[in-house]
């Protein structure tokens, strides 16, 4: 596909309050787009916009855990800017505290399918006819979880599994109509999100299993960068930090093997023994 400038285009970024999506949003205004930002804190989205401070700017507040909110937001967007050219399903959120599937209360575990899967395809869904008529560009936002093992976070990880398979075929299945789709594989990026689970005991324990050099964080703004730049050069895939695309591409080997190194590890059972217990 040729290049894709995002100037004068407009997009919709949920969750779009903090992290990540703000910053994205912040970098498609920098370009030229105009921005839709929606999130479920009215406080929140204000703040947002009030830092973008401009009239291609707009907060909206919705929950990608209901259809006819995230149906209402598309149809404000296109409202107030004329169309509709690019989405970006970002919001996200992972269990906390982190537990193993077996001691995971069964509503924690469903929340976040809910909001990582299938509010990803509710605002797909919802955007995807505006973005079919005006030749425009998804981003769904997956993980590194997608290839590597999801101990303690297994809703998470499943989520963006699903997310990333989602973006592949969306990418074949749009391209006859002049769209694209990109798919974002983040490891650890220093967010609300991030910061919150490694306060948990649990999670820095684990955190050892993990070589150190995967455990590098990058800022929300990197990661920002990473999505608007895919988006302009209308790339399949972005991955960040670019240490984790070499897991990526060996999957199949490196895959099996982390599982049985994680498996193996001298801290890795006495910890799950400790969840399951409490």
């Known amino acids: 596909m040729a290049r894709y400038p995002v100037n004068g285009k407009v997009a919709l970024v949920t969750g ?38 401009s009239d291609r700017a707009l907060g909206l507040v919705s929950d990608v855990r209901v259809e006819d909110a995230v149906r209402a937001a598309v149809d404000q967007a296109v409202s107030r800017f004329g169309g509709l050219d690019i989405v970006i399903a970002n919001a996200g959120i992972a269990p906390h505290p982190p537990r193993t599937f077996l001691s995971m209360e ?12 299938n509010g990803v395809v509710r605002t797909v869904r919802a955007a995807l006819p505006q973005v079919v008529a005006r030749g425009g560009h ?21 989520a963006k599994a699903a997310v990333e398979q989602l973006g592949r075929a969306l990418r074949v299945e ?14 650890f990026v220093d967010t609300d999100m991030v910061s919150e689970a490694y306060s948990d005991p649990v999670v820095a324990k684990l955190d050892e299993s993990i070589p150190r050099p995967l455990r590098k964080r ?61």
């Open 174 to 187: 749009l391209d006859h109509h002049g769209a694209g789709a990109t798919v974002a594989y983040f490891g």
């Open 16 to 53: 779009g309050m903090r992290g990540i999506g703000f910053e994205t949003a912040k970098l498609l205004h920098a370009r030229g787009a105009s921005v839709a930002i929606t999130d479920v804190d009215p406080d929140g989205i204000h703040r947002a916009v009030a830092e973008i401070g």
């Open 106 to 117: 069964p509503e924690d575990f469903d929340r976040v399918l809910d909001v990582d899967l």
């Open 138 to 158: 998804v981003v769904l936002i997956s993980s590194i979880y997608a290839f590597t093992n999801g101990v303690l976070m297994t809703p998470y990880a499943a």
């Open 218 to 278: 990058i800022p929300p703004s990197t990661a920002a960068r990473g999505i608007v730049d895919a988006i302009e050069r209308r790339a399949a895939r972005v991955i960040l930090p670019r240490r984790w695309e070499l897991l990526r591409l060996l999957r199949g080997v490196a895959g099996p093997g982390s599982d049985e190194f994680i498996r193996r590890h001298r801290q890795v059972q006495p910890l799950l023994r400790d969840v399951d217990a409490h």
